[in-house]
């Protein structure tokens, strides 16, 4: 036998919710790879694990049978790599946090700045990845922690909300109001993140919610790119206000918006039924300060 854990979370979630498409966003992957480790498994053990027809999909009396051995086995390896975890605490004091590139590029020096000052012995390791990859990480301990905006929850990591986070203008205006109301945006040629980032769907729906008759342009991967871009004068962006401290490295000019004032929060995730980590704790509220600091200082 040569089946991974993934495979074996893939069938628990499919059994538990009867549901490729349900299973397939509880653990963060496409419907087609949830499908493709399901026959893999099938294939190893030389047997059908579901009854599959158009409306719903149910164990089959093997899966039945196996249902409650994978979620023994599951259930093991979760509680020894919990307890590797305590024993490596214990031996070596580091952390292991994961972000996005929009928070990496923006929050992450200066908390970890500031963080260095309360644990200077501490070794901290900052990985920036794409949403799926943090999920992924999180879910196998290789990252203590990720940190952004995870809109979505799920039952395999914890989500602790640090702070919302207000929606403001980045500008290459030279006099900016003091603040923009969101149906002032028209005639604005708007920047952006990709369209798959949770943010930069939020800021599409706010605008188009506002019936503003702004243009969408470009969008970019890396916040540095897209700030520069504004300063050039290539357009406007909206981003929350967290992102002041890498705004302040270029000429542009920031105001709030209102009417309404629209935030996203900021969440920090770990792997569910992990113990509470007070290095974790330190640096979750480094993080929070860190972004305080510059939002009072601009």
């Keep these: 036998m040569n089946f991974s854990v993934r495979q074996l979370q893939a069938f628990v979630a499919t059994a538990r919710t009867r549901s490729f498409t349900r299973a397939a966003e509880q653990l963060h992957i496409s419907q087609p790879g949830l499908s493709a480790m399901l ?11 579901f009854e599959r027809t158009t409306r719903n ?17 599951l259930k093991e390896l979760d509680e020894a790599v919990l307890s590797l975890g305590r024993i490596t605490s214990t031996q070596k004091r580091r952390l292991a946090v994961g972000a996005t590139p929009v928070i990496a590029s923006s929050i992450l020096p200066e908390t970890f700045a500031l963080f260095a000052k309360l644990h200077p012995t501490v070794q901290v390791e900052v990985q920036d990845l794409d949403r799926a990859a943090i999920y992924e990480r999180v879910q196998s301990g290789e990252l203590d922690a990720g940190f952004g905006a995870f ?6 990591v914890r989500r602790r909300r640090l702070l919302d986070s207000s929606l403001i203008l980045i500008s290459s205006e030279e006099k900016p109001s003091r603040t ?6 028209s005639g604005l040629t708007l920047l952006g993140l990709p369209p798959d980032n949770p943010i930069q769907q939020l800021v599409e729906s706010q605008v188009r919610a506002s019936d ?25 962006a909206i981003l929350p206000d967290f992102v002041r401290a890498a705004a302040a490295r270029y000429e542009v000019a920031i105001q709030p918006l209102r009417a309404p004032a629209v935030s996203v929060t900021f969440y920090e995730i770990t792997r569910a039924g992990r113990p509470s980590n007070d290095l974790l704790i330190d640096f979750g509220k480094s993080l929070v300060q860190s972004i305080v600091v510059h939002n009072h200082a601009a």
């Design 180 to 185: 923009k109301r969101w149906k002032d945006l």
């Design 151 to 156: 809109l979505t929850n799920s039952s395999t």
């Design 57 to 73: 999909v149910s164990p089959t009396a093997q899966g039945e049978e196996f249902l409650p051995t994978a979620i023994r086995v």
């Design 39 to 49: 026959r893999e498994l099938e294939a190893q053990l030389n047997c059908r694990l």
């Design 212 to 236: 503003a008759s702004a243009v969408f342009g470009t969008s970019f991967n890396q916040l540095h790119t897209l700030l520069a871009m504004v300063e050039a004068g290539a357009g406007s």
